[in-house]
């Protein structure tokens, strides 16, 4: 067995399962919206309720923190789960999670390029208020149109730049005397 390989198994021996595997990035996500409409501004014209502005696709930066799974092709090629955040007027406006791809240029770079799809809670969605639906007559008894805030669903693709935590090192020269 020659020197690099000896120096490779000892380092994965010293350090755990999980910081071998442990990444962090930031990327930019976009989320498409399952459940009710997302809106930002309603009006009622003659008793009918009207959606003016939606917010069912977004995009927005979203760092991210990943654990590979499996690598292949000189460790080059990487699949886990990920875990991300969408921060925003209330700290943290929405939380995504599912698979990611990544992609290391060199067996040695400490950064990968990074492809997850998955799923985002978004925990400050506005959506028309009870028994309002869109393009529909007002209730009875009703003068004008409310919205409320919940979560809401939605789908997740994210493109990140990340950053491996325990990549394999360019290894070191001996020091010449």
Partial sequence: MDGRRDENALDEQ?????????GFGLGLGWTHNLGPRR?????????IVRIDNERNDL???????????????EQRWSWGPFLTI???S??????????????RPHRTDQYSFNL????VLDLDARV?????????????????????????????????????????HRPTQPAQR
Wanted: no cysteine; hydrophobic share 45%; charged share 15%.
């Fill in 14 to 22: 010293q350090s755990p399962w999980l910081f071998q595997s442990l």
């Fill in 39 to 47: 809106v930002d501004s309603v009006t009622v014209v003659n008793r």
């Fill in 59 to 73: 995009v927005r930066f979203m760092p991210e923190m990943h654990v590979w799974l499996d690598r292949w092709d």
């Fill in 86 to 88: 969408a921060p925003g």
């Fill in 90 to 103: 209330r700290v943290v406006d929405a939380v995504g999670f599912g698979l990611m791809m990544g992609y």
């Fill in 116 to 119: 997850g799809v998955g799923g």
């Fill in 128 to 168: 028309l208020g009870d028994g309002l639906v869109a393009n529909e007559p007002l209730p009875p008894r009703e003068s004008s149109a409310r919205t409320k805030q919940t979560t809401a669903a939605g789908l997740l693709v994210l493109f990140s730049v990340g950053w491996d935590l325990a990549a394999p």
